[in-house]
């Protein structure tokens, strides 16, 4: 996840629309408005209900985009282990993934959160920020050695038999991957969505897996700011809108 090192940041705590529990939302300060209804401001959180049309918020600390840089989060789709690979081709389990890192072209532009999600293997702009934090990819090893994304040349994800056996055994979760593995990355890649597009039928979003889906994280602070570690201490992360902000369930009001 990137951050703009200069932006400020708030925490914000709230509900999720869609379940009714209880979170708290990290997300830049100038794009508050954007997800929050302006008329809640003033609502009281207990007084929440599910269903309500008017979901109460509280902002509960800032910070600048420094100050979140160094966070780790877990894995939000936990299929694949990141891998380190040498200049020989030979490959390890990196444990340098997962973690905030800065990034001068991350926008408060409308429609953003402020906090953009990085996959090296696809596009120029994440491959630069995510090689000069650090961050490894998340690449698939064949059968010959070589190191592939995750998504084959048309686009769907590897056989487990098209792997390298012992990549298979150190990095993929066989049971979370198996029902996927030779799927199509986007329902747009499919001849045959691209048939039911063309004769007008209505198309089910389910396994579109680029869509921005909810997605699990969970965030621990090092030592760049405790102060947010303290206020966030219970719990486990998940998205609230779009998959692209940081957001924390609290267990109390």
Not at 91 to 112: H, L, M, Q
Not at 148 to 155: A, H, I, K, S
Request: aromatic content about 10%; hydrophobic content about 35%.
């Amino acid at each position: 996840l990137c951050v703009g090192p200069k932006i400020d940041y708030i925490a914000v705590r709230s509900y999720n629309s869609y379940t009714g529990e209880p979170i708290t939302v990290v997300l830049a300060k100038a794009l508050l408005n954007d997800h929050f209804n302006p008329k809640a401001a003033g609502l009281a959180l207990e007084s929440y209900k599910p269903g309500d049309k008017l979901i109460p918020y509280q902002v509960i600390a800032e910070y600048k985009g420094a100050d979140l840089v160094g966070m780790e989060y877990e894995q939000l789709i936990p299929w694949v282990k990141p891998i380190d690979v040498d200049e020989n081709g030979n490959w390890s389990v990196s444990e340098k993934a997962f973690r905030v890192i800065p990034g001068d072209y991350v926008t408060t532009d409308e429609g953003t959160t402020g906090i953009v999600h990085i996959a090296p293997t696809f596009g120029a702009d994440d491959a630069q920020v995510a090689k000069a934090a650090g961050i490894p990819s998340l690449f698939m090893v064949n059968k010959k050695g070589e190191t592939r994304p995750m998504v084959d040349l048309t686009g769907k994800f590897y056989l487990l038999d098209e792997l390298d056996d012992n990549f298979v055994k150190t990095c993929i979760d066989v049971e979370k991957y198996t029902p996927y593995q030779g799927a199509w990355v986007k329902n747009a890649y499919d001849p045959r969505v691209r048939r039911k597009i063309g004769t007008g039928c209505r198309i089910s979003r389910h396994h579109h897996l680029h869509d921005d889906e909810t997605e699990q994280s969970s965030v621990q602070n090092r030592e760049t700011r405790p102060q947010l570690s303290a206020l966030l201490e219970n719990g486990q992360t998940r998205t609230l809108l779009s998959a692209r902000q940081l957001v924390y369930p609290f267990d109390s009001l």
